[in-house]
């Protein structure tokens, strides 16, 4: 590593944990004062409120280090460029190439380490991170294996749910088991699906078993449509439900294998299977991207311009990105386009940008 790498390198990584820090305390201060009254209004000390932050880190950490990532880039790119550090670069031969070189291979390990991240750490963290919030915090007894089945215990009921899934509020194969004050079984319901409308779950194609104390005698009854006596909130059992950040890309990826067995849908988990793979690369774009914008000479006097210009497409991307995903979602667009499509766009138009730049 020559000379000039090693410091525009070392420029670069102070710039970043200074921006990380700064950024990292101000979200996690904002989470903490939002969440706090949640924890003191469950009788949860306020010391658990700070472990289920510490869960968090990892999540926190991918979602805003490439943004602090951009950020560094053009403060120590811009800084360099306002003391004329690269005109002076560029009279001895030095061009933007040669500065372009440090911080694409910097986007190259940040993409890695926010892939190890996002693979090893997070899914880990936000399992209990979950956890906490929902069985401490709500009071809910709810559990979710692997392989996404949902458990809950109530006060005189157990509650089985095969699949869930959030943006419809629907589940499909649930089963209720409904006991006496002796833990007896005195009820059991078994329907293809329900649906949460109008404040309460509906279930389609239900058996409804009843089973007599005293005499042992059993009663069925089938119904089209029951409504279901049960506490169960569809957005505390989207959190308690199987997340894709709470998987890596192995485990997600035999998670929609088995879905699609079981023939239900998987086109989500699909999207976000490739989207895992598609979002570290946003840094390798975020390198060409800050290093186009600090080295515009017509922003050589103005480093808050070039910091709210970066900023700006950075908004623009993740618009755009949101955008996709929700188009694959509803498979208007297929997977892996929606994932990468973003990516594509946005890394031509930094390419663009550095072409452009003096």
Known sequence: MTILYRYVTREILASFLIVLAAVLSIYVAVDFIEKIDNFMEAGVPAIRCVVYLLYKLPFIFVQIAPVGFLLSILIALGLMNKNNEVIALKSCGIGKNRLL?????????????????????????????????????????????????IWMRAARQIIHIKQYVPEEKRVAGI???????????????????????????????????????????????????????????????????????????????????K??????????????????????????????LGTGIALRGNMREGLPMSITYGLGVTFFYWIFNSFCLSLGYAEMMPPVIAAWLANLVFFSFAGFLLLIAN
Request: net charge negative; charged share 25%.
């Open 259 to 288: 879905v699609e067995r079981e023939g239900y849908g998987a086109t989500r988990y699909r999207v976000d299977y490739h989207s895992k793979i598609a979002a570290p690369f946003v840094c390798i774009f975020l390198s060409v």
């Open 175 to 257: 089963t209720i088991h409904t006991f006496d004050e002796n833990f007896r079984l005195i009820e059991r319901v078994d329907a293809v699906a329900g649906v949460f409308e109008n404040g309460q779950w509906q279930l389609d194609d239900a058996v409804q078993q009843f089973f007599e104390r005293e005499s042992g005698d059993q009663r069925i009854q089938l119904h089209n449509t029951i409504a279901a006596d049960i506490d169960l909130n569809p957005d505390d059992l989207a959190q308690a439900a199987k997340q894709s950040d709470e998987m890596g890309l192995a485990e997600l990826g035999r998670y929609i294998q």
């Open 101 to 149: 070189k440090p911080t694409m291979v910097l986007g190259v390990f940040f993409s890695a380490g926010l892939f190890l991240v996002a693979e090893m750490l997070m899914p880990v963290f936000m399992v209990n991170a979950n956890q906490i919030w929902l069985q401490e915090v709500r009071k809910k007894n709810i559990y979710a294996s692997k392989t996404n089945d």
